[in-house]
């Protein structure tokens, strides 16, 4: 079976467009690089063989962080994630900017990390973040009140 020459032009197309955003949410999800890229990998070989319809660009993009989500969380619910010892445990993220803020999302539970990020780094609103992680309006709300709370917290005692 011949590949269209559409098919991997498109594939570029889209991965340049979003792919540093689908890393970015993972490298919040997971706080690791290789896993990050593994996931990043993954949802665009998902994309590329379920090829869903998408009634426009702003639906293309919360599926693919949609799915982003889906699989970093089934990831960090891995028992081979669980017996995985951490090589260095000091927070390296260039590819959120390296900053202090960047460094304490990543740090911040799980729960609250792809609300922060997807509002704070993505520019979603509170309802646009309720539908991509399929939870409340208000359960956005108060993850996001209470990762400032923590985000508050945690640079205080870096100053």
Known sequence: ???????PR???EVYGEYG???????????????????VTQEVFVKLFRKTPAFHDKEHE?????????NLCLDQLRSPWKSQTVELDET????????????CAVVNLPKKYKAAIHLHYFEGYSVEEISQILRIS??????????????????LEENV
């Open 61 to 69: 993009k919360r599926w693919l962080l949609r799915v982003t989500a």
């Open 91 to 102: 927070c390296a993220v260039p590819d959120l900017g390296g900053n202090d803020l960047a």
């Open 10 to 12: 498109r594939f570029e």
């Open 1 to 7: 079976m011949n590949p269209s020459n559409s098919q």
């Open 20 to 38: 540093t955003m689908v890393y970015r949410l993972a490298m919040v999800y997971l706080g690791c690089h290789t896993d990050a890229e593994d």
């Open 137 to 154: 309006v208000s359960a956005v709300k108060m993850r996001l009140k209470r990762g400032r709370d923590l985000l508050k917290i945690e």
